[in-house]
C-alpha cells in the first residue's frame, strides 16, 4: 500500500484549491493510496530507454499568422461572469 | 409509426422530396422524449420552441438547402460541448448557468448543415465516469433495462439514440467515454482517430486524449455525421490536416480476405462468459465473410488502466483549475480570493471530480512528477508501439467494447478502481490515438453486448466496412428495446 498520509491529503487539496471535512480527508486518504498502489504496476515495466508521449500525433509548432482579427466583446465576456462591475469582472479584494 | 425509427438517409430522401416537412420530424422527435424521456432522463435541457421554429424556417429552405444529407436531421448534443445560446453544464452543478457565447467546431458545421438541435444530453460530470451517476443533476437510465446504467460518460447520448428520440447525438471519448455507453446501449458509437475532429469548444477533460464522435442506431447513419464535423480547424491546434475521405463510400466494400487481430488479453479474465460468447459468434461470422481471423497479443495493454489514470487525471487538474468562479460558473463567497475559489470548487465540483483533480494534482507535484506522471507517459509509448506493430500487419484490431454488459445503478458507484477498471478494452485506444468504433453484437442476460473494432490512425473507412458488413449480415442493429 502506497503511503497517503492525512497530511499529504492536505497539501494537495490545498494546492488543487480544494477544500474538505475531516470524513472526506480520510475517504480519500483511503481511496487514493489504493489508486497509487494501483498505479505503482506501472514499475514492473522497465522503461529506462522509452521516450515519454506527451502528444500522439507528428504535430509541431503550429503558428498561425500573427494578423489582427475580431474578439469577444466586453459585452460577452462578462456575460457568465458571477459578479461584474463599470464593465470589469469583480472580485474580493486580494490586498488590504 | 414514429420517424425516429428511420435512418437518417431514409429521412434525408423524404424531405428533400418533400414528403414530409422538418418540422414534422422535430414534433416527432419532441413527442418521443416527452413519451420515454421520464423513464430514462436522457436530457437535462430541451430547447422546443428554438427547435420548432428552426425547423419551420428550414421548411421554406427545402428547394434551397434540402440537398445538404444532415438537413432538417434532429439531434441531441452532450453537454460538454458549446452550444451558443443554449445552456452547457457539462453536468456540473458549478456550471449550472453556463450560456456559451461560442459554438463549438462541431456545433457550427453541423449548422451550416442544417441540423436541428432538440437538446443536450446529460453525462458524468465534466465526462469523468463511466455510469452516468456521476452527473450532478440526474442519472440517466439504460433504456433496455432501467435498473441498469446506460454506462458513461456520454451515457445521455447512447441512452438517447436507443430509445428513439433522436436519430443521431454527438459525444466525447477520453478514455471509452463513447464506445462504452454504445455498447451497453446496444448502439454504434465512433472514437474518431486523436486530431480527426476539432476539440474546440468542447470543455477540456484530457485534451491529449479527448476526441469527439457520433453516435446512431446504424453504420452508415454513423458515417453521414462523421462526414460533416472531421476535418482539420484553425483553432485546434491538435487537428491534424490531413484530407477528409468519403466515408459512405466504405459501405460498398466487402471484407474478404481483410485480416482481423483479436488481442488474447482482450478475452481473457474479467471478460463475461456471456460477452466472450457473443464476440465469438461475431468472429465467425466475419470469417464467413472472407475475414482472416488470427489471435495476437497488446503485452502492454494490461498497463493502459494505470498510465490512463494518471496522465488524463493530471491533465484534468490543470484544465479545470479555470473552475474558480471568477469569470463564470456559480461562485460561492469567501472570507478573500483563495477562499472563494475554495469554497466555489468545493461545492461546485462532485465528489468524482475531486477525486481527479486531487489524483492529478499528487501527480503532478513536486517529488512525485518522474515517479508517476513522467513514468505514465513512457508506458504510453510502449502502449503506442504495441498497436503499431499488430496494425503493421493487420486491417483492424478487434475484442469486446467493454468486460461487462451495463451493470445496476448503485452497483460500483462506491468503488472507484474497479469503476476504473470498466474502462479497460477502450482505454488503451485513447492513449494510442487510433479509432474505435463499437457495434452491437448480441446479448447477454438480455443486455446488450458490443464488438469493438479499432484501426490505424486516420483510417475509420475500415472499421465502417467491417461493421457494416457485420451489421448487414446480422440482425443487432436492428432490435429495439421495449419502452
Not at chain 1, 15 to 21: E, N, Y
Not at chain 2, 190 to 207: C, D
Not at chain 2, 229 to 246: K, L
Amino acid at each position: 500500500m502506497a503511503k497517503i498520509t492525512k497530511e499529504e491529503v492536505e497539501h494537495v487539496a490545498d494546492l488543487a484549491r480544494l477544500k474538505f471535512s475531516e470524513e472526506e480527508k480520510e475517504m480519500f486518504t483511503e481511496q487514493m493510496g489504493k489508486i497509487i498502489t494501483y498505479a505503482e504496476r506501472l514499475n514492473d515495466l522497465n522503461t529506462e530507454d522509452v521516450e515519454p508521449t506527451t502528444h500522439v500525433m507528428n504535430v509541431h509548432n503550429v503558428l498561425r499568422a500573427d494578423e489582427e482579427r475580431p474578439s469577444v466583446s466586453r459585452e460577452e465576456a462578462l456575460k457568465n461572469a458571477p459578479a461584474s462591475k463599470d464593465g470589469q469582472v469583480e472580485v474580493p479584494s486580494v490586498l488590504d | 409509426m414514429s420517424f425516429m425509427e428511420e435512418s437518417i438517409s431514409s429521412l434525408h430522401e423524404k424531405i428533400k422530396n418533400k414528403e414530409v416537412k422538418v418540422s414534422e420530424i422535430t414534433e416527432s422527435a419532441y413527442q418521443r422524449i416527452q413519451e420515454v424521456d421520464d423513464s430514462i432522463n436522457a436530457f437535462l435541457t430541451l430547447d422546443e420552441s428554438n427547435a420548432m421554429s428552426k425547423a419551420s424556417e428550414l421548411d421554406e429552405k427545402v428547394a434551397e438547402n434540402g440537398d445538404q444529407p444532415l438537413f432538417g436531421i434532429p439531434a441531441g448534443i452532450k453537454d460538454n460541448i458549446m452550444t451558443a445560446g443554449l445552456k452547457t453544464t457539462c453536468a456540473s452543478q458549478l456550471l449550472d448557468d453556463f450560456d456559451p457565447i461560442h459554438n463549438a467546431t462541431v456545433m457550427e458545421r453541423l449548422n451550416e448543415q442544417n441540423i436541428i438541435t432538440v437538446g443536450k444530453l446529460n453525462m458524468d460530470e465534466f465526462a469523468m465516469g463511466s455510469s452516468n451517476e456521476n452527473s450532478g443533476y440526474h442519472v440517466t437510465k439504460n433504456p433496455w433495462n432501467t435498473d441498469y446504467v446506460p454506462g458513461g460518460s456520454s451515457g445521455g447520448s447512447a441512452a438517447a439514440v436507443a430509445a428513439g428520440q433522436v436519430p443521431f447525438t454527438l459525444g466525447s471519448d477520453t478514455g471509452g467515454s463513447i464506445r462504452q455507453p454504445a455498447s451497453f446501449c446496444g448502439v454504434v458509437g465512433l472514437k474518431p482517430t486523436y486530431g480527426r475532429v476539432s476539440r474546440y469548444g468542447l470543455v477540456a477533460f484530457a485534451s491529449s486524449l479527448d476526441q469527439i464522435g457520433p453516435i446512431t442506431r446504424t453504420v452508415e447513419d454513423n458515417a453521414y455525421v462523421l462526414q460533416q464535423i472531421a476535418g482539420h480547424d484553425d483553432r485546434d491546434s491538435t487537428s491534424v490536416d490531413v484530407s477528409v475521405p468519403n466515408y459512405l463510400s466504405a459501405m460498398e466494400g466487402n471484407i474478404n480476405g481483410l485480416r482481423i487481430a483479436v488481442p488474447k488479453e482482450f478475452l481473457e479474465e474479467g471478460v463475461d462468459a456471456g460477452v466472450k460468447e457473443q464476440i465469438q459468434t461475431a468472429i465467425k461470422t466475419l470469417e464467413g465473410l472472407g475475414a482472416e481471423v488470427n489471435e495476437v497479443s497488446l503485452p502492454n495493454s494490461q498497463y493502459a488502466v494505470a498510465a490512463y489514470y494518471i496522465l488524463a487525471s493530471s491533465e484534468a487538474s490543470a484544465n479545470l483549475a479555470r473552475f474558480d468562479g471568477i469569470r463564470y460558473g456559480v461562485r460561492k463567497d469567501g472570507d478573500d480570493l483563495i477562499d472563494v475559489y475554495k469554497n466555489t470548487r468545493s461545492e461546485g465540483f462532485g465528489e468524482e471530480v475531486k477525486r481527479r483533480i486531487m489524483l492529478g494534482t499528487f501527480a503532478l507535484s513536486t517529488g512525485y512528477y518522474d515517479a508517476y506522471y513522467k513514468k505514465a507517459q513512457k508506458v504510453r509509448t510502449l502502449i503506442r508501439e504495441d498497436f503499431n506493430q499488430v496494425l503493421h500487419s493487420y486491417d483492424v484490431i478487434l475484442g469486446p467494447t467493454a468486460p461487462t454488459t451495463a451493470f445496476k445503478i448503485g452497483d460500483n458507484i462506491n468503488d472507484p478502481l474497479t469503476m476504473y477498471t470498466n474502462d479497460i478494452l477502450t482505454i488503451p485506444v485513447n492513449l494510442a490515438g487510433n479509432p474505435a468504433l463499437s457495434v452491437p453484437c448480441g446479448f447477454s442476460n438480455g443486455l446488450p453486448v458490443g464488438m469493438q473494432l479499432i484501426g490505424k490512425p486516420f483510417e475509420e473507412r475500415i472499421l465502417y466496412r467491417v461493421a457494416h458488413a457485420y451489421e448487414q449480415a446480422t440482425e443487432h442493429t436492428k432490435e429495439r428495446p421495449a419502452l
